[in-house]
């Protein structure tokens, strides 16, 4: 399927918690064929700045707008164009990951969802214990569920919060290469790092400092 062109634009973004303002006045614009890192020191906002990007979230000030083929998308639809992973995505720990991802494939309307969901879990390396539930996985495992999930549905955007939580060397590599492919194929990536290492690898940052 070849990635739509897509644009993803922040305007005058500014989150506050009741006194704790997080940030003001953000402004980018971010397009397809490009990575992303949002740093910032612990509780500075990435990922509050990530669930506003996903439409999860209303900003306290500002608008989030993204264009898919210079077409305007609802902010209720935006997250279809989009694969999370995140920390406080859940998994369902009583079904396998083929069921998990089964599941989803069906609420997403994924075509072909069989192959599709063998693929997937190829690619983050779980083929062996697909039909285990994934409640006796490990962490990392289970890690390794939500990136597969992400994957799903081919977003042409992926965001991805703190996406090496819990891998081994092996994990980090694969999640690695599933940015790497997602750039090359056209797609927009955006990563909540604490880790310099894999800001610098991003072709450009934005980066968050906690006003209070
Ligand atoms: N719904 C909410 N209500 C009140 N405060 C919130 C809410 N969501 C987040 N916060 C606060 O906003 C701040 C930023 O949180 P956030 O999770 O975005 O930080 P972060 O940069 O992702 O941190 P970390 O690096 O630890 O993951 C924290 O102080 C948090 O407690």
Redesign the pocket.
Known sequence: MPTPSIQLTARGLG?Q??R?V?FRDMDFSLHAGTSVA?T????????????ILLGL?TPTVGEVQLQVEAKAVPRAERVQHMGLVA?YLGVYEALSARENLSFLAKARRVPGADDRIAAVLDRVGLADRADDAVGTYSSGMQQRVKVAAALLHEPPILIL??PSTNLDAPGRSMVRTVQDEHVAQGGLLIV?T?HASEAETCDRTVA?G?HQ
């Open positions: 989150q918690f009741g704790l997080l949002v910032g020191a612990n509780g500075s906002g990435k990922s509050t700045l990530l669930r979230l920390p919060d703190e909540a604490n968050i906690a």
